[in-house]
């Protein structure tokens, strides 16, 4: 999953949206497709050669500079709807939270209720995306674009 739907699909999507001249969606697309293929490489090296496992801090730092990437996009959606928004701030706080983890572990489970969220957030726009254009009009909601 974490190659093939969490990482080269997301890799294909953004390359789409760099055609339709969409530099959120292209920087979104292809930057969390190779988190993907990054993390599953970390693992699998773990895996394959323990020497080179990371520790704690090394994932902390791996974790927060994802984060600090997220909040960055998370402005970047400031001009978009609702639903993207909650989306970039719900998956930023999880990349926080997981960070916090390494450290503090009574936090995971706080961290995997916010990923579940964030999960459903992003299920629930792309299911609001297909839905609403095959009525051609929207069914479920996701909030106002914000006006210049």
Not at 13 to 35: D, P, V
Not at 52 to 78: C, E, H, K, Q, S
């Amino acid at each position: 999953m974490g190659i093939f739907y969490g990482g080269l699909a997301q890799i294909i999507a953004g390359i789409m949206e760099f055609r339709k001249g969409n530099t959120f969606g292209t920087l979104a697309f292809t930057s969390y497709g190779l988190f993907w293929l990054s993390l599953v490489f970390i693992i699998i090296s773990s895996v394959e050669r323990p020497a080179v496992t990371p520790d704690n801090t090394a994932w902390a730092a791996y974790l927060f500079i994802w984060g600090l990437f997220t909040l960055m996009m998370f402005f970047g959606t400031l001009k978009m709807n609702r639903a993207l928004q909650t989306i970039f701030l719900s998956l930023a706080i999880l990349f926080f939270l997981l960070t916090a983890a390494h450290f503090i572990p009574q936090l995971q489970l706080i961290a995997g209720i916010e990923g579940v969220f964030c999960g459903f957030s992003a299920f629930y726009l792309s299911a609001a995306e297909i839905i609403n254009e095959a009525h051609k009009h929207v069914i479920l909601p996701i909030g106002p674009i914000k006006a210049d």
